[in-house]
């Protein structure tokens, strides 16, 4: 069973950087064609992709973010941690993490986190 | 940049009725690469559709997603009660690799 959980903090201040984990279970992520990428959700807002980090360590941006964007993954742990600088309160949204394997071909997100909500405000 | 627009903005339903949800793609998408999600008030988005028509598990056989190129639909055959949500399409391109659509609300009539 796969499961994912993200943490960090709730209320960040405007310029401050945020840094989110994730931390799964039900799989590995030095398992050939597995990702764990990031998402967020403005309250009452689409969804936008923000990034993802491969088995391999390969690591994808979202280009209107790439430079405010970092991601890492620690395998042993099971937790993948992103940090965003410069912290606006366009930024607050909510933060999932969740799973994606290509291993058949497919591009997609199949297993979701819960997702804590990020507020920026001073 | 592939944009993806989703149509209607919300769908006023009754149980029991058919529910017909639109996804366009400003550039042509591979079937492969369109996914359909449901998000609930207060939840994470639920996995529905992968690969423009395949449910993923555990999905009613109500839910079916069709389309190629630039147009793709999600149906719902029959609504029941839990069908009552925010519906998105999401596709996979060479950048920025992943977008979604801003939603379709399914609201009870």
């Known amino acids: 069973q796969i499961t994912l959980k993200e943490s960090g903090p709730t209320l960040v201040k405007p310029t401050q950087t945020l840094t989110l984990t994730c931390t799964f279970s039900g799989f590995s992520l030095s398992t050939t064609a597995v990702g764990v990428g990031w998402i967020r959700q403005p309250p009452g807002k689409a969804l936008e992709w923000l990034a993802l980090i491969y088995w391999d360590d390969d690591k994808r941006y979202s280009p209107s973010l790439k430079s405010r964007l970092t991601v890492t993954k620690d395998t042993s742990k099971n937790q993948v941690v992103l940090t965003m600088t410069n912290m606006h309160p366009v930024d607050t949204a909510t933060y999932y993490c969740a799973h994606h394997s290509y291993i058949s071909g497919w591009y997609h997100f199949d297993y979701w986190g819960q997702g804590p909500l990020v507020t920026v405000s001073s | 940049e592939i944009m993806l627009t989703q149509s209607p903005g919300t769908l006023s339903l009754s149980p029991g009725e058919r529910a017909t949800l639109s996804c366009r793609a400003s550039q042509s998408v591979s079937s492969t690469y369109l996914a359909w999600y449901q998000q609930k008030p207060g939840q994470a988005p639920r996995l529905l559709i992968y690969?423009?028509?395949n449910r993923a598990t555990g999905i009613p056989d109500r839910f079916s997603g069709s389309g190629s190129g630039t147009d793709f639909t999600l149906t719902i055959s029959r609504l029941e009660p839990e069908d009552f949500a925010v519906y998105y399409c999401?596709?996979?391109?060479?950048?920025?690799?992943?977008?979604f659509g801003q939603g379709t609300k399914v609201e009870i009539k």
């Open positions: 690969g423009a028509s």
């Open positions: 999401q596709q996979y391109d060479s950048s920025p690799l992943w977008t």
